[in-house]
């Protein structure tokens, strides 16, 4: 993927390509404790350095929500949308929708040629709606007070 990018291979660009492949949605703190784990000592700015080589060569997207970190995925080539947890941040892929799309074509171009939407949906991942089922519904304590005790 490199060579055909017309990039140089080096060892921080195949651990951070290989980072982005095996942890989507990462932020640049996982990526960079990924590659650290594959390579040892690696600088932060070089993990940045590499990232933005990957990103304006297209072997990598660089996403960023509103209100979250930038994130990279090795998704590419496709115009895929996102959905993200609200309360965790949790990000994953949704494809884009298929027949009636009125969201996805611009009701007004201004003479652009668009050849993508983005759209980002908000909501709350499984993970993160059970624990608010489970806190909504606390479990009855095995130590309750019996309410109807007379007070001494």
């Known amino acids: 993927m490199l060579r055909a990018a017309t990039l ?7 651990a ?3 980072a982005v492949h095996d942890h989507p949605h990462a932020d640049t703190d996982a990526i960079a ?17 590499v990232l933005r080589v990957l990103t304006d060569t297209g072997l990598i997207r660089r996403i960023q929500p509103p209100g979250s970190l930038a994130r990279y995925e090795a998704r590419v080539g496709d115009n895929h949308h996102h959905v993200v947890c609200r309360t965790c941040g949790t990000i994953a892929d949704v494809d884009c929708a298929v027949g009636e799309t009125p969201c996805l074509v611009a009701s007004e171009d ?16 499984p993970r993160c709606a059970a624990a608010a089922e489970d806190a909504s519904h606390p479990r009855p304590s095995s130590t309750t007070t019996d309410a109807t005790q007379e007070m001494d």
């Open 8 to 14: 140089r291979v080096t060892r921080p660009r195949l």
């Open 33 to 49: 404790h990924a590659v650290r784990a594959d390579l040892g000592t690696v600088s932060h700015q070089a993990v940045y350095d």
């Open 16 to 18: 951070v390509l290989a």
């Open 110 to 125: 201004h003479g652009f040629a668009i050849d993508e939407a983005e759209v980002v949906y908000w909501g709350t991942c």
